[in-house]
């Protein structure tokens, strides 16, 4: 059993590059994703499937989209707030927190979900699997 390389540790420029990169790539797919229903967009890096997650803006009041990678678990899906490795929670993740429910866009199919943070028992559980759906995790 091999042991797990540690988490990339990145600098002010990194995290503040990344982010905005993240951000404008994620409009992009966002826009794309929609007018295409997800057939281009809907999947991410090594064939990962890819939804659409809409939250509530905390401060805002408005809606705010961001395409995710996700892993099926019977009716739950499950996304990870990792924005890439960064050291922060992406802004989505504070969304959900302040206001659960959420629409979950899936090739074109629109749901609302009620979104949670998984207890430390769901996430040992669950993270094997989506090591093994995204190796990059």
């Given at each position: 059993?091999?042991?797990?390389e540690?988490?990339?540790?990145?600098?002010?420029?990194?995290?503040?590059?990344?982010?905005?990169?993240?951000?404008?790539?994620?409009?992009?797919?966002?826009?794309?994703?929609?007018?295409?229903?997800?057939?281009?967009?809907?999947?991410?890096?090594?064939?990962?499937?890819?939804?659409?997650?809409?939250?509530?803006?905390?401060?805002?009041?408005?809606?705010?989209?961001?395409?995710?990678?996700?892993?099926?678990?019977?009716?739950?899906?499950?996304?990870v707030?990792?924005?890439?490795?960064?050291?922060?929670?992406?802004?989505?993740?504070?969304?959900?927190?302040?206001?659960?429910?959420?629409?979950?866009?899936?090739?074109?199919?629109?749901?609302?979900?009620?979104?949670?943070?998984?207890?430390?028992?769901e996430?040992?559980?669950?993270?094997?699997?989506?090591?093994?759906?995204?190796?990059?995790?």
């Amino acid at each position: 059993m091999g042991t797990a390389e540690p988490a990339p540790s990145y600098n002010a420029r990194q995290v503040k590059v990344g982010g905005a990169v993240i951000k404008v790539m994620s409009r992009v797919t966002t826009w794309v994703y929609r007018l295409t229903k997800g057939r281009v967009g809907g999947r991410f890096l090594k064939g990962t499937d890819v939804i659409l997650l809409t939250t509530t803006g905390r401060r805002s009041g408005d809606p705010r989209t961001v395409p995710l990678i996700f892993l099926e678990d019977g009716d739950d899906l499950i996304v990870v707030a990792s924005q890439g490795g960064m050291p922060t929670n992406p802004a989505w993740y504070y969304n959900v927190v302040e206001h659960p429910k959420v629409t979950v866009n899936r090739r074109g199919a629109e749901a609302a979900m009620a979104a949670r943070e998984v207890d430390p028992d769901e996430r040992a559980e669950r993270w094997p699997r989506l090591a093994e759906m995204y190796a990059d995790y």
